[in-house]
């Protein structure tokens, strides 16, 4: 799998969106891009996927660039419950039995 | 989407003396499930792939003697620490990946148990 890179840490303010990037230069074609969360004590929760195209779910945003190099996870209305460790891992999909490989994420803190 | 827990949440043992840990898929069926280590202010680690049926695959560093995992069927997993010692107190999580969710919903997700954090004294 591809490796990430991801700043350690980020700050936002409660209600405004956090754009979370992550970089990806040696993506292969095949590779989407994943991001899990974990809060803190607790297992890590998926949250959204792409190949190539912009997704939207109900808890975030995922906006990957053309050249597939890098990409911005977005939490349109960031609350004080979404302080977080967020990972972007970028693998082949349907990979059988290969496990998730974490990387160290962006640790996200939510500032009322 | 599924549910996988864990059995116990948290745990106390003394030194020498053996923790089993419980992995669960509670609403779907998982050949393959993983273990992972998780110390204070680090990342998750890999400790070993557990397949149904048949021996885990450890990683590389993972004592395998130490760690024993048993995958008895699709929807239960055990990871016992044997003769544990303070330095492997950690956070121990589990994960399962749904096929059915690949097959549903193009989606390759792993779900992951809530952990269970292990404290040897």
């Known amino acids: 799998d591809a490796k990430t890179t991801q700043p350690p840490s980020m700050d936002c303010a409660e209600g405004r969106a956090a754009n979370l990037p992550c970089n990806h230069s040696?993506?292969?074609?095949?590779?989407?891009v994943y991001w899990y969360r974990q809060i803190h004590s607790q297992g890590p929760q998926y949250i959204i996927h792409?190949?190539?195209n912009n997704e939207t779910n109900e808890m975030a945003s995922l906006i990957i660039t053309e050249d597939r190099k890098s990409s911005t996870l977005i939490l349109p209305h960031a609350t004080l419950r979404d302080t977080a460790v967020y990972y972007c891992?970028?693998?082949?999909?349907?990979?059988?039995?290969?496990?998730?490989?974490f990387g160290k994420g962006t640790r996200l803190s939510v500032i009322a | 989407g599924a549910v996988v827990s864990q059995h116990p949440s948290r745990v106390i043992c003394k030194s020498g003396t053996s923790v089993k840990i419980e992995c669960r898929s509670l609403?779907?069926?998982?050949?393959?499930m993983f273990w992972y280590r998780q110390f204070p202010k680090q990342s998750l680690m890999l400790m070993a792939t557990?397949?149904?049926?048949?021996?885990?695959?450890?990683e590389q560093g993972v004592e395998k003697d130490k760690f024993l995992i048993n995958h008895a069927s699709l929807t239960l997993s055990t990871l016992t620490v044997t003769s544990a010692h303070p330095e492997d107190s950690s956070f121990y999580i589990c994960?399962?990946?749904?096929?059915?969710?690949?097959?549903?919903?193009?989606?390759?997700?792993?779900?992951f148990g809530p952990g269970t954090r292990l404290t040897v004294l």
């Open positions: 994960s399962a990946r749904d096929r059915g969710g690949y097959r549903d919903r193009g989606v390759d997700e792993q779900f």
């Open positions: 040696t993506i292969s074609g095949n590779e989407y």
């Open positions: 792409g190949l190539k």
């Open positions: 891992i970028v693998r082949v999909a349907n990979s059988g039995n290969t496990p998730l490989v």
């Open positions: 609403d779907f069926q998982a050949t393959t």
């Open positions: 557990s397949n149904e049926g048949s021996k885990a695959t450890y």
